[in-house]
């Protein structure tokens, strides 16, 4: 099985991202805003999004991060005490990694979470 070709470094990101994307957007902010409201805007940039792989990919792995974090809490809310500690302990981690996500994004990386990066670089390229 052969990596998916996503630079490794800014500079060789920042040169594929030069140009406009299909939605009329620098591919960073279209790339960070598909963060923003998690499954929504995932949706919308991944299924407008018509040229950049860039884009593309941070809405895939915006609709496959915030999936996970709705299976993981719905879930944990059928447990009566664990499954309310765990939410609450999960609330302020996936706050911190959706921070992270956007200014990653913003900064025209390729960030890619464990698994779920993996998994959106396959489907994109």
Do not use: C
């Not at 939410?87 to 990386?109: D, N, Y």
């Amino acid at each position: 099985m052969t990596e998916t070709p996503i630079p490794e470094n800014k500079d060789a990101a920042s040169s594929n991202q030069n140009n406009k994307t299909s939605t009329n957007m620098n591919p960073n902010t279209a790339a960070m805003l598909s963060y923003t409201l998690g499954l929504i805007t995932g949706i919308v940039f991944f299924v407008l999004e018509k040229d950049s792989e860039f884009v593309r990919f941070h809405a895939l792995q915006s609709i496959l991060f915030s999936a996970s974090l709705l299976v993981i809490h719905i879930v944990f809310v059928f447990i009566p005490i664990i499954g309310l500690l765990v939410s609450l302990l999960i609330a302020p981690i996936s706050l911190v990694f959706w921070v992270i996500l956007m200014a990653k994004a913003h900064q025209e990386e390729y960030y890619k979470l464990p698994f779920i990066g993996n998994m959106a670089a396959k489907f994109v390229s």
